[in-house]
């Protein structure tokens, strides 16, 4: 995780280069790493796709993506340096012989934007063509839909590419938050040394969402609450939750932590899980229909939206200290946080007071939106009363350094431009957090109710009992 400067120079291949993936997030985030003068000093950026583009209609859709959807307006300057490497080559016409013809480079970075059913096929036909030699390639999640299909999908990519060359990328380790994990825990010992069982009670995460499947109907139904977020997102924050201090800052070195943490943590038991589906609610006032409404979607479908599970972590530092995850769609809002709730203090010296009803002293790591740090402890207030009250501080992005930060996707694709895989997932790491989920994939529990607008369904509360779900406010 080295310091930033421009990317060596090299050619970079978008595979599937019209889609929404590519629209929503490539785009805008090469045109920023442009702005910061991050981009390669030189080389082609090479969008590949079914469609019959030329060059300049190419500029012209990567322009409306980059005003639509660019954290930041678009600079003349900026939009140049990112426009003039622009080229397009039509996949029905010309197909991968093609990009190898405009490709010049022998260093390559080679995105692929497509769905994951093509990516051995999309591997095989660039090693054909001589794209894969000196070159990287990134791979979006999920990766499989199950342990065996994973390594199915390993054993395709790795008879073409060897292991350096694979980045597979989930979109949330580039999250400053984060990232920030580590720093966080190895940098400040005032915390390190309370990061244990004996000082924390239990950890809570939470991934929200307000929205529903925005025309992914037909997609979401195959995969699911606990396959899309679960199965990966949440389990990488716990393994940078969990980890041991790496011997150095090096990637191979974090991601050995990362992969030891993962073992740690004992497959789940589908006693230990609730799945729930929305039905009818109410969301910002505006009426919201089930899931069953929404475009795409089977009637009787009984696909969960909805995920909350206990994890367990077989380790001398976190032995007999719960980890509680949920994540959903149509909840009330968008958030995506953990919370690590510390032990009560062994005598409660305020009791015989008249005193609010103390809380417990939380850690909050919110990691969007408004991204930062929160921690909670109780204070006395100003009056003759000895009483004790929860107070705040807080630490956020913006605030303190003055800055936007980057978006996940320019952290994401520098670093693959730079060859830093640290905020990549290996295989090993990748095969592991199949093996925690099989047993619940193997026998899933029922799929219960909830209202959209809610938390979730009424299990998930008696799952956490005798605690209670919290967001930071």
């Given at each position: 995780m080295r310091g930033m400067e421009a990317a060596e120079p090299q050619d970079i291949v978008l595979v599937g280069a019209t889609g929404d993936l590519a629209r929503r997030k490539l785009l805008p985030a090469l045109y920023n790493l442009a702005l910061d003068g991050l981009l390669p000093d030189e080389g082609a950026v090479i969008g590949y796709a079914r469609g019959d583009l030329s060059d300049d209609e190419f500029r012209r859709r990567a322009r409306e993506a980059v005003s639509e959807h660019s954290r930041r307006a678009v600079d003349p300057e900026a939009w140049e340096t990112l426009a003039r490497r622009l080229r397009f080559v039509c996949a029905r016409e010309h197909g991968l012989e093609g990009v190898a013809r405009r490709s010049e480079r022998e260093r390559r970075l080679v995105y692929l934007a497509t769905p994951p059913s093509l990516f051995a096929e999309t591997v095989r036909e660039l090693s054909e063509h001589g794209l894969t030699r000196g070159g990287r390639i990134v791979i979006e999640k999920p990766f499989g839909y199950d342990l065996p299909s994973a390594e199915?999908?390993?054993?395709?990519?790795?008879?073409?590419?060897?292991?350096?060359?694979?980045?597979?990328?989930?979109?949330?380790?580039?999250?400053?938050?984060?990232?920030?994990?580590?720093?966080?825990?190895?940098?400040?010992a005032i915390f390190e040394r309370l990061w244990n069982r004996d000082a924390i009670d239990h950890v809570q995460i939470t991934v929200g969402e307000s929205i529903g499947l925005e025309g992914r109907g037909a997609t979401y139904e195959t995969v699911g609450a606990f396959r899309d977020i679960l199965q990966n997102h949440v389990l990488q924050v716990v393994s940078l939750l969990t980890m041991e201090p790496p011997t150095s800052f090096e990637a191979e070195a974090i991601r050995d932590e990362k992969v030891k943490a993962l073992h740690a943590i004992a497959p789940i038991d589908p006693g230990e899980v609730v799945l729930g589906q929305y039905t009818r609610g109410v969301i910002d006032g505006e009426p919201i229909p089930g899931y069953r409404e929404e475009e795409g979607v089977a009637p009787d479908s009984g696909t969960e939206s909805f995920a909350a599970a206990r994890l367990r972590i077989d380790s001398w530092r976190w032995a007999g200290v719960p980890f509680f995850i949920r994540t959903g769609k149509r909840l009330p809002r968008r958030v995506s946080e953990v919370t690590i709730q510390f032990r009560d203090a062994p005598i409660r010296f305020f009791q015989p007071t008249q005193v609010s009803a103390l809380s417990p002293n939380r850690?909050?790591?919110?990691?969007?939106?408004?991204?930062?740090?929160?921690?909670?402890?109780?204070?006395?207030?100003?009056?003759?009363?000895?009483?004790?009250?929860?107070?705040?501080?807080?630490?956020?992005?913006?605030?303190?350094?003055?800055?936007?930060?980057?978006?996940?996707?320019?952290?994401?694709?520098?670093?693959?431009?730079?060859?830093?895989?640290?905020?990549?997932?290996?295989?090993?790491?990748?095969?592991?957090?199949?093996?925690?989920?099989?047993?619940?994939?193997?026998?899933?529990?029922?799929?219960?109710?909830?209202?959209?607008?809610?938390?979730?369904?009424?299990?998930?509360?008696?799952?956490?009992?005798?605690?209670?779900?919290?967001?930071?406010?």
């Open positions: 199915a999908l390993d054993a395709a990519l790795q008879r073409h590419l060897d292991e350096r060359q694979i980045y597979r990328i989930d979109h949330y380790l580039g999250k400053e938050t984060v990232q920030n994990i580590l720093v966080f825990r190895f940098g400040n850690l909050t790591l919110r990691l969007q939106p408004d991204e930062g740090i929160a921690l909670s402890f109780l204070a006395k207030p100003p009056g003759p009363e000895v009483d004790a009250r929860p107070v705040r501080m807080s630490f956020s992005y913006g605030d303190s350094f003055m800055t936007e930060p980057q978006e996940a996707y320019e952290r994401l694709l520098y670093d693959a431009m730079d060859g830093d895989r640290t905020l990549f997932l290996r295989s090993d790491g990748v095969r592991r957090a199949w093996e925690i989920v099989d047993p619940v994939l193997s026998d899933p529990p029922p799929v219960t109710y909830y209202a959209a607008g809610s938390w979730g369904p009424p299990e998930a509360e008696r799952l956490i009992s005798p605690r209670a779900w919290r967001v930071d406010d």
